[in-house]
């Protein structure tokens, strides 16, 4: 079993930074693929990035050039540096653990979630 622990999340101002922190522990997979989803008050959860265990990347286009998606192997870490941040981008943020970017995963793993709240 695998287990997703989100830190970092708050309340920022626009145009203000916030570093989102996942801890992964557990038995995992050498091969995996991470990323961050957000869902918004009434919306969908969405895809912010993900990154492959040979730090292949993908960002949806809202969030290109403001946010990077990075992972420490050694420390089954995945991580979220989010600049110039928009009350947009507002949400639940979910740290996501599964076998691989593309096609139905093997194994899906989801962390509780942490809250990003963009205001003045």
């Known amino acids: 079993q695998v287990q997703l622990v989100e830190s970092g999340g708050g309340l920022v101002q626009p145009g203000g930074s916030l570093r989102l922190s996942c801890a992964a522990s557990g038995s995992i997979s050498s091969r995996n693929c991470m990323g961050w989803y957000r869902q918004a008050s009434g919306k969908e959860r969405e895809l912010v990035a993900h990154?492959?265990?040979?730090?292949?990347?993908k960002y949806s286009e809202s969030v290109k050039g403001r946010f990077t998606i990075s992972r420490d192997n050694a420390k089954n870490t995945l991580y979220l540096q989010m600049n110039s941040l928009k009350p947009e981008d507002t949400a639940v943020y979910y740290c996501n653990l599964r076998s691989g970017p593309i096609g139905p995963p093997l194994y899906d793993y989801w962390g509780q979630g942490t809250q990003v709240t963009v205001s003045s």
């Open positions: 990154i492959t265990s040979a730090f292949i990347t």
